[in-house]
């Protein structure tokens, strides 16, 4: 999907047996979310984070009347670390697809206290945030290459961008079909 599944893997066992480790502290509620609802909404502060055992959760963002959905999220992911770590605020909504899902939710505060005493936790959080970070500049730079192919109109690195898009996941792959789309309704130059 992103192109990186062995290393996230890897990650989410590692993840998996640290949280299982400090389960006493943490006292993670289970939680059986059904298909469309809506555990976190965009801009709602961050008071605890989940851990999806099972199931799928699409990350929406809206901008203005308008929602786009970025990725769909797979069992052994943690949803809300990104917003509770930089703003304390969810930067999407994040919404049950394709039947129900299983989770387990944890207080932000207690998963806090976990880390100040646990370098390993630690470790794993930052690594989890900057793999984020590293697939969403990845993507921005992928879709500004195409912005810019198609104003200057080449097409042979519009379709070699549009290609990479469509390798990283169904959502950024509609960005690059539309940005081709965009190329073949321009006007051509007399």
């Known amino acids: 999907m992103w192109g990186d599944e062995p290393q996230l893997e890897a990650f989410r066992e590692r993840l998996k047996v640290l949280l299982e480790a400090h389960q006493q502290e943490l006292n993670p509620e289970r939680i059986t979310a059904s298909e469309g609802e809506v555990l976190f909404r965009q801009g709602e502060p961050v008071e605890r984070l989940m851990l999806l055992n099972s199931g799928r959760v699409a990350v ?9 959905t970025l990725a769909v999220i797979e069992a052994m992911e943690l949803l809300g670390e990104v917003g509770f770590f930089a703003s304390g605020f969810h930067y999407a909504d994040f919404r049950v697809v394709d039947g129900p899902a299983e989770l387990l939710a944890m207080p932000g505060k207690e998963l806090l206290k976990a880390m100040l005493f646990d370098s390993d936790l630690v470790v794993e959080m930052l690594s989890l945030v900057s793999e984020r970070c590293r697939r969403g500049n990845r993507v921005i730079g992928l879709l500004l290459s195409g912005i810019e192919a198609v104003h200057d109109d080449e097409e042979h690195r519009l379709a070699a961008t549009s290609e990479a898009l469509g390798g990283i996941h169904f959502c950024v792959a509609k960005a690059g079909r539309q940005l081709m789309n965009l190329h073949r309704q321009q006007p051509s130059e007399p």
């Open 60 to 68: 929406d963002v809206h901008q203005g009347e308008e929602c786009h």
